[in-house]
């Protein structure tokens, strides 16, 4: 059986009532809320729609993170971490990409719809007329290697039933972004190298929303 064990002492079983769990819900949503009045201009009415994705997406997660055979040492500020092994990270970097393609599509005016719809069709076929060296780069295999692992890694969470793989899967492709991002520019007037990274924008998000709503986590479009 897991427990939930608070970095105080206390735990929380599922039948238990040593803390509500609807409590812990509100006060992890309390808690986001407070980081977001620190660190953006968004809207109260925005800050409230994303404390509760963030907030009970973290929870989840941070749940969900553990190997079901192990107790879950719960620590605020750990949970809440943007920049750690979290749900508010991988959102924030899905975020992140979706501002980067706004950004691309208004600058350059690059048909972004029009390109989701090329990636469907045939994926290979988007590469053409694209730097061969670009792509042969140890960031973008890395990131191309995480998506062709994803129908895998799925299975493997089913067959196990164990979503720790999942969660560990989808820190690690987020992870594999934020190293592409941050050696390779994507708002670029280089139109193989932008085209590159739109694509990688593209593939990433849909992998990052399609595994995190598979884990009950709903995605912020703002952070």
């Known amino acids: 059986m897991e427990w939930l064990?608070?970095?105080?002492?206390?735990c929380l079983q599922d039948f238990g009532n040593v803390v509500k769990v609807e409590d812990l819900i509100k006060e992890c949503i309390s808690r986001t809320k407070k980081i977001l009045d620190e660190k953006n201009e968004?809207?109260?009415e925005?800050?409230?729609?994303v404390a509760k994705k963030v907030g009970i997406g973290a929870l989840i997660?941070?749940?969900?993170?553990?190997?079901?055979i192990k107790d879950s040492v719960f620590v605020w500020e750990n949970v809440l971490d943007f920049?750690?092994?979290t749900a508010p990270y991988i959102q924030y970097v899905n975020v992140r990409i979706n501002s980067i393609l706004k950004n691309v599509e208004e600058l350059y005016n690059d048909n972004i719809c029009k390109l989701k719809e090329d990636i469907e069709k045939n994926l290979e076929s988007v590469f053409e007329n694209i730097d061969k060296e670009i792509i042969n780069s140890d960031e973008v295999y890395n990131i191309f290697k995480k998506v062709y692992e994803f129908e895998e890694i799925l299975e493997q969470t089913a067959e196990k039933y164990e979503p720790s793989i999942l969660t560990s899967y989808l820190l690690e492709l987020a992870k594999a972004f934020n190293q592409y991002y941050n050696k390779y520019r994507i708002s670029t007037d280089d139109v193989n190298l932008r085209k590159l990274g739109i694509?990688?924008?593209?593939?990433?998000?849909k992998i990052l929303v399609k595994g995190m709503n598979i884990l009950g986590i709903e995605m912020p479009e703002k952070m």
């Open 5 to 10: 064990v608070f970095q105080q002492g206390k």
């Open 42 to 44: 968004l809207t109260e």
């Open 46 to 49: 925005e800050k409230n729609i």
């Open 199 to 205: 694509i990688i924008c593209i593939i990433t998000s």
């Open 83 to 85: 920049t750690g092994d």
């Open 61 to 68: 997660f941070s749940n969900l993170s553990t190997t079901l």
